[in-house]
Nanobody, 115 residues
């Protein structure tokens, strides 16, 4: 079992920045893939960014150049640095981990962007 705890959400003005953190309950060096998804009201959950155990990353087109995913193995934490935030980035952001062919999710953290 993997427990994931997100933090760092909040209210920010358009153009501002936030950094989300996802702390895992075990060594993330053993987790094949981690990432961030988001879900806005009335919309499906969508992938924002992912990072593999080897460090390769991928991003949704809508956030490329603005968001950066990273991992700190020593802290068992994955981060999502979000810059130049737009109102359309507002959503609940969920941390995700794939570990031994099972998917795990955090409880979500709310990001609100005011225009």
């Amino acid at each position: 079992q993997v427990q994931l705890v997100e933090s760092g959400g909040g209210l920010v003005q358009a153009g501002g920045s936030l950094r989300l953190a996802c702390a895992a309950s075990l060594s993330i060096g053993s987790i094949v893939r981690m990432g961030w998804y988001r879900q806005a009201p009335g919309k499906q959950r969508e992938l924002v960014a992912g990072i593999s155990r080897g460090g390769s990353t991928n991003y949704a087109d809508s956030v490329k150049g603005r968001f950066t995913i990273s991992r700190d193995n020593a802290k068992n934490t994955v981060y999502l640095q979000m810059n130049s935030l737009k109102p359309e980035d507002a959503a609940v952001y969920y941390c995700y981990a794939r570990w031994y062919n099972n998917d795990y999710w955090g409880q979500g953290t709310q990001v609100t962007v005011s225009s």
